[in-house]
T-cell receptor, first 112, second 115 residues
Framework: KQEVTQIPAALSVPEGENLVLNCSFT??????LQWFRQDPGKGLTSLLL?????REQTSGRLNASLDKSSGRSTLYIAASQPGDSATYLCAAPGASYGKLTFGQGTILTVHP | EAGVVQSPRYKIIEKKQPVAFWCNPISGHNTLYWYRQNLGQGPELLIRYENEEAVDDSQLPKDRFSAERLKGVDSTLKIQPAELGDSAVYLC?????????????FGQGTRLTVV
């Protein structure tokens, strides 16, 4: 059974800082891993999808890495802005295709 | 292109009453998912459809929850009767296909409050 853990649970940083969010998973036989953003009272917005054959994926100021052998993924946010404040969730599939297992999320606050 | 559309956005009902949620997935996506998200937690899968077939409903409380996906497009999730513990956000998602390297897209969710 896939289990996903995210550290830290919450993070507060001043604007402009670079930061790293961590995600670990127990079943390394994954074919992809997805990072999402969730604003309060909203649904999930897909940020990045990393294929199992990739080690990194970039979108703007976001960079996600994947290390299947160690069961870890990181989301790097460069030059953080107050608009980045949200909950960030990572999700990995397990043995059952299509069933995404989510971590509990990291609540990010970027203050001006 | 329209994303995943859910309705209603919010619903408040008394316990023991029935409630239904509706989802319209992204056009062409043959896989549809219903997730439940409790406060402060990540979403958890309730049921997954491939076309009109429910291929994973192992976490759906079948005594009170039911779902259907008509003609492999829109889907409805129903709770009857609702209990206080059902208060949560119900999220619908779709993807092109479940197998392989496909991306899941989520709707805005329905926030259910049972009083």
């Amino acid at each position: 059974k896939q289990e996903v853990t995210q550290i830290p649970a919450a993070l507060s940083v001043p604007e402009g800082e670079n930061l790293v969010l961590n995600c670990s998973f127990t079943d390394s036989a994954i074919y992809n891993l997805q990072w999402f953003r969730q604003d309060p009272g909203k649904g999930l917005t897909s940020l990045l999808l990393i294929q199992s054959s990739q080690r990194e994926q970039t979108s703007g100021r976001l960079n996600a890495s994947l290390d299947k052998s160690s069961g870890r993924s990181t989301l790097y946010i460069a030059a953080s802005q107050p608009g980045d404040s949200a909950t960030y969730l990572c999700a990995a599939p397990g043995a059952s295709y299509g069933k995404l297992t989510f971590g509990q999320g990291t609540i990010l606050t970027v203050h001006p | 292109e329209a994303g995943v559309v859910q309705s209603p956005r919010y619903k408040i009902i008394e316990k023991k009453q029935p409630v239904a949620f509706w989802c319209n997935p992204i056009s062409g996506h043959n896989t549809l998912y219903w997730y439940r998200q409790n406060l402060g937690q990540g979403p958890e899968l309730l049921i997954r459809y491939e076309n009109e077939e429910a291929v994973d409903d192992s976490q759906l409380p079948k005594d009170r929850f039911s779902a259907e996906r008509l003609k492999g497009v829109d889907s409805t999730l129903k709770i009857q009767p609702a209990e206080l513990g059902d208060s949560a956000v119900y999220l619908c998602a779709s993807s092109l296909e479940a197998r392989g390297n496909t991306e899941a897209f989520f709707g805005q969710g329905t926030r259910l409050t049972v009083v």
